[in-house]
């Protein structure tokens, strides 16, 4: 049979398709249930209407498919709140290289940077 653990593991190959980090990294993952062959996982979109929701539910199904023991995929797509948006954004940054200008890290939840050309 399968475990949570085991469908967590495969999850971390999922990766949210626009950011490129794993679903569960940025708190898309919502909750995860197993009984008896059927697997059912809860994913949180940003918005409801998502563009990307599809190919994330394939992706997700493709992950758990291989693993001994699923029988039946369940994908139950919801909606994050705004907590969980900017939880998200938050997430999304940590792991970015510092932004740099003229030798000094910029922290970019306090500065705005704008670039145009001379005349």
């Known amino acids: 049979m399968v475990t949570e653990e085991q469908v967590r593991q495969a999850l971390r190959k999922v ?7 794993p679903i569960e ?3 898309m993952l919502q909750a995860v249930r ?3 062959g059927t697997v059912t996982v ?3 979109l940003t918005v409801a209407g998502c563009p990307l929701k599809d190919r994330i539910d394939s992706d997700v199904r493709a992950a758990l498919a291989p693993l001994e023991g ?3 995929i369940q994908v139950l797509l919801g909606e ?9 954004r938050v ?3 940590q792991s970015l290289e510092p932004a740099r200008l ?10 705005v940077v704008v670039v145009h050309p001379s005349p």
């Open 80 to 88: 994050m709140t705004g907590d969980q948006r900017r939880a998200r």
């Open 70 to 72: 699923v029988r039946h």
């Open 34 to 36: 197993i009984d008896d």
């Open 102 to 111: 003229y030798g000094r890290e910029l922290d970019l939840f306090k500065y």
């Open 91 to 93: 997430a999304r940054h």
């Open 25 to 27: 990294d940025l708190g």
């Open 42 to 44: 809860q994913i949180l």
């Open 15 to 21: 990766n949210d398709p626009e950011i490129g980090k």
